[in-house]
């Protein structure tokens, strides 16, 4: 196998390379067809890290390897099965990782003779493959998360920035530098909140509107509402006239005070000037997000502001379907179907069944003419089907977008109807249970509900033939009926809504089935 196998970019030179940075292959291993098995050991590597300093063996490699996938996948017989010399290759797996600079290889001393028959390579993720790991697998929750903390950092800034004025009047530099150093952390954090807001606005307004985009863009704004947006609007003049009132004290002899008061007395100068370097660049990030009309505190603002209305928009085009009907979720169980097929000859036999042989169909465009409305689909010519339609429908070939079909009349009167049936049935429950342990023959007439709940405990509780008594629980599990026999085998006629009902002179009885829960 050759790198050009897993890497496209590897063959060939790209003249660009002879004047800008060019290809970097540590992250190679992410775009591998191996790239599961690469990025398991990888994560396995980066896990020993919090415990271990000193690499990992071979073997500790594969062993710790096969748990991390038993952990993964809950099947200890799918891990032997995946970790399998047949299925996985370890070593050549590691070859390429310490060739693309994701890890680093060297060998124990061999002290003993059978350290020499034994194999001593040990590997070391690299600084760089490291920080990348780490940033690949951050989820995009914990950067929220992270910003979820900075709920007060407008004031805290503010508050720090009043504290760094005072000590740097009163020349009390270490105590300055302690101030902004705090000052530094927050502004930093900020920063990496908003980059990560300002990168799912970007991705959520690109493009057609979907539902997790839809998600994004109101949870984004919940986050701002909820975090800084009332505090950005009240500190944010405060700390930028503070900003300008502190800027023509805060010269390179002050920077630099400060600096060395927050290192050792007898550090080097090169160090100081890259230390007030570093300070003055973040006091001018600072200046810039807080001060002046297009700072990037106001400038996120007016992005959370503006996506207002194309939230609003684009919700009201994923609820309004136009009254038409989506086949979304057939087309998805067929597609899914089909890539579960066992052989491409059941594949194409699903699809035939599905979509391909079955007659034309006729679609209803809107005529031309006042006159071709009376013309048969058999006898009119052959229409052109636009992409628009094909995608659209019907709604393509009108000027006005339908409505939605509004089902809730409909659905309030189906509520009233089904309240109004339990009603009559909870009443027709409580005039049978007041009849339960009498004979039918002393039985006044029936109305229609408690005939046909009658009906249906006769059902539940028949007798069979040469029994005298019946006994059985309704389907609900709620009432238990015991219909008896009389011995003398009469017969009696009890009136109902539509005539009258002829049966045996049954002794009915009627009990709660569960008398703890039961309902009269």
């Not at 920035?161 to 009163?170: E, I, P, S």
Request: aromatic share 8%; proline share 5%; glycine share 6%.
């Amino acid at each position: 196998m050759t790198a050009g196998d897993e890497l496209a970019e590897a063959a060939g030179v790209d003249p660009w390379a002879a004047y800008l940075p060019g290809q970097e292959l540590v992250p190679a291993y992410l775009v591998s067809r191996f790239a599961a098995q690469y990025r398991a050991i990888v994560d396995v590597m980066l896990e020993a890290q919090d415990t271990s300093l000193t690499g990992m063996s071979y073997d500790e490699v594969a062993a710790r390897l096969r748990a991390w996938v038993v952990e993964h996948t809950d099947s200890a017989d799918t891990a032997d099965r995946l970790v399998h010399e047949d299925v996985f290759a370890l070593d050549a797996r590691l070859d390429r990782l310490v060739q693309w600079g994701v890890l680093t290889r060297w060998q124990d001393p061999a002290r003993t003779g059978d350290d020499f028959l034994r194999r001593r390579d040990r590997f070391q993720l690299t600084p760089t493959a490291a920080r990348l790991h780490t940033f690949w697998t951050l989820e995009l929750a914990t950067d929220e998360d992270a910003a979820a903390d900075l709920t007060l950092a407008p004031r805290a800034i503010h508050d720090r920035l009043r504290q760094f004025a005072g000590t740097v009047a009163d020349r009390r530099y270490p105590a300055a530098a302690a101030e902004y150093q705090q000052i530094i952390t927050l502004h930093q954090s900020m920063a990496v909140a908003a980059r990560t807001w300002q990168r799912s606005l970007a991705h959520a307004l690109s493009g057609g509107p979907d539902p997790y985009k839809q998600e994004v863009l109101w949870r984004t704004l919940q986050s701002y509402i909820g975090m800084w947006g009332e505090q950005v609007d009240i500190y944010t003049p405060t700390i930028a006239d503070m900003i300008a009132e502190l800027k023509p004290t805060l010269t390179d002899s002050v920077w630099r005070a400060c600096a060395r008061g927050a290192l050792p007395p007898d550090v080097p100068a090169e160090i100081v000037d890259a230390q007030v370097l570093r300070w003055v660049r973040t006091w001018e990030a600072l200046g810039g997000w807080f001060g002046g009309h297009d700072g990037q505190a106001r400038r996120l603002r007016r992005q959370l502001r503006d996506l207002v209305a194309p939230w609003a928009r684009n919700m009201h085009i994923l609820m309004d379907t136009g009254g038409a009907l989506t086949r979304q979720a057939e087309l998805l169980a067929l597609a899914r179907a089909i890539e579960r097929a066992p052989d491409d000859e059941i594949a194409w036999r699903m699809w035939d069944t599905a979509v391909g042989v079955f007659p034309a169909r006729h679609l209803l465009i809107a005529a031309e003419g006042p006159d071709e409305h009376a013309t048969s689909w058999d006898d009119a010519d052959a229409a052109p089907i636009t992409g628009r339609f094909r995608e659209h429908g019907h709604r393509a070939a009108v000027g006005k977008r339908t409505k939605a079909i509004d089902n809730s009349a409909g659905r309030a009167a189906a509520r009233r109807s089904r309240a109004a049936a339990i009603a009559e049935r909870r009443s027709a429950e409580a005039a049978l249970r007041s009849r339960s342990g009498t004979r039918l023959t002393d039985w006044e007439s029936l109305s229609q509900p408690e005939f046909q709940l009658l009906l249906e405990f006769f059902a539940a509780a028949r007798v069979r033939s040469g029994e005298q008594v019946g006994s059985a629980v309704t389907e609900d599990g709620r009432w238990r009926v015991t219909l008896t026999a009389p011995d003398d085998g009469a017969t009696v006629a009890l009136a109902v809504p539509e005539g009258r009902f002829v049966a045996r002179n049954w002794r009915f009885e009627l009990e709660p089935a569960n008398p703890a829960s039961a309902i009269v």
